[in-house]
């Protein structure tokens, strides 16, 4: 089994709230592991399905969290957190935590809720196509 935060499946908001032991098994990888490498600047490209109207999801592999704040309209942020660049894994009503030192970051638009991070996570560009989203 893989340590990198990166590498696992994708949570969602209703699986972070579904199964709080699955989201503390991301948080305690996320811990073990420390800093996540950055993104390549490469496209990448997600499915839709599953990601809810009000809702997000992160997606480790791409580092990545994609939220929907209303219906057909995508954002996309960097899952690299800015304090020093662990994953943020970690949903909860409407921020993302870090798991490292605390840091957390709304979901509507990617700003620092509570520090010890300065920085808001960095907005990627997101196309819709059908039932998949391509990120730059
Ligand atoms: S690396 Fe995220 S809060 Fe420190």
Redesign the pocket.
């Known amino acids: 089994m893989s340590t990198d935060p990166f590498t696992t499946a994708p949570v969602t908001r209703r699986t972070a709230l579904a199964g709080a032991c699955t989201v503390c098994a991301v948080a305690v990888t996320g811990c073990a592991t420390g800093?996540a490498s950055q993104d390549d600047g490469r496209p990448v490209r997600v499915p839709r399905a599953g990601i809810d109207i009000g809702g997000a999801a992160v997606f480790p592999e791409h580092r990545i969290v994609v939220t929907q704040p209303s219906d057909g309209v995508y954002r996309v942020f960097s899952a690299v957190?800015?304090?020093?660049?662990?994953a943020?894994t970690d949903l909860d009503d409407d921020v993302v935590k870090?798991?490292?030192?605390?840091?957390k970051f709304r979901l509507a638009d990617g700003s620092v809720v509570k520090?010890?991070?300065r920085r808001p996570l960095p907005e990627r560009t997101v196309t819709v196509e059908g039932n998949i989203l391509t990120i730059t």
């Open positions: 800093q957190c800015t304090h020093q660049g662990c943020v870090c798991p490292c030192h605390g840091s520090g010890p991070a």
